[in-house]
């Protein structure tokens, strides 16, 4: 983690995050207008889609088209032209992290906007238009929240630490997840993308998730490692870079400031 300028600093200087910011704040703006309104119907997977996610994507691709013509874009509910590895830019879109929110009209959803290159996360937007929460990373020059600068401040793991585990657990819940249910305080937001920002805030000390997507958090993760935060596999593998040519495998992470998750994969690895 590196900071070494304000956001609207590097916003200038990158009109990547610059484009991204804009785009995430004007389909934030769309999904209010329709938030408790929405179309719902429900995936294969069971999965809720609403016709904003996909009306917000489509908006989201053409932008970018036109602006970037040269990057290719990954977007959670239409399948793309060509391949990611085509291009040295890949943005990946979630139109609506928290749909199963969005459409019962509940506040906890947010736009996310990431941008690889090289399978690597360099730049991210995740904006939360219920709350006005604009998240922003970049590598090497920071993260911010609505301008203001994040720096965690790690903090060992007590009674007082809040801690997200992605619910229903697929199987047998592991007895390293039951022992965080007896020890710690769960809060479970429903969007991966905010579980992430609050992370790099600080709110939450860890969060787990066994079988997330790179669009739940590819615009996330930029503002936790540039807040200070960690993000392994729940063995303590690196995540990134991604292969192109598996985008739509599911991700199981655990992210925390440094104390927390070191503990964490403590108990994960006792467990095994």
Not at 155 to 176: N, Q
Request: some cysteine; hydrophobic content about 45%.
């Amino acid at each position: 983690m590196t900071t070494t300028g304000t956001l609207s600093s590097v916003l200038d200087e990158d009109p990547r995050l610059d484009a991204a910011v804009r785009l995430a704040r004007a389909s934030g703006r769309m999904a209010l207008e329709r938030l408790a309104r929405a179309q719902v119907s429900w995936k294969s997977d069971e999965s809720m889609l609403t016709d904003v996610d996909l009306t917000i994507e489509d908006v989201l691709r053409n932008e970018l088209a036109g602006m970037f013509p040269g990057d290719a874009v990954l977007g959670e509910e239409r399948r793309w032209p060509g391949t990611p590895a085509d291009s040295e830019y890949v943005w990946v879109l979630d139109p609506i992290d928290g749909t199963n929110n969005f459409g019962r009209g509940i506040p906890g959803f947010a736009i996310s906007i990431g941008i690889l290159r090289g399978g690597m996360p360099v730049a991210g937007v995740v904006f939360d238009p219920v709350s006005d929460h604009l998240f922003a990373g970049r590598d090497d020059r920071g993260a911010w929240l609505n301008g203001r600068p994040l720096r965690l401040e790690p903090v060992a793991l007590s009674r007082r630490s809040l801690c997200s585990i992605r619910a229903p657990y697929e199987g047998l819940v592991p007895t390293f997840v039951l022992g965080w249910l007896r020890r710690y305080r769960l809060r479970r937001l429903g969007s991966t993308a905010l579980t992430l920002c609050y992370v790099a805030l600080g709110a939450l000390a860890f969060a787990h998730d066994q079988r997330a997507s790179l669009w739940d958090i590819a615009g996330a993760v930029p503002v936790l490692l540039e807040a200070g935060g960690s993000l392994s596999t729940p063995d303590g593998a690196e995540i990134f870079p991604v292969d192109a040519g598996r985008v739509r495998d599911s991700i199981a992470f655990l992210a925390g400031d440094p104390i927390a998750h070191h503990e964490a994969l403590l108990d994960i690895r006792a467990a095994s």
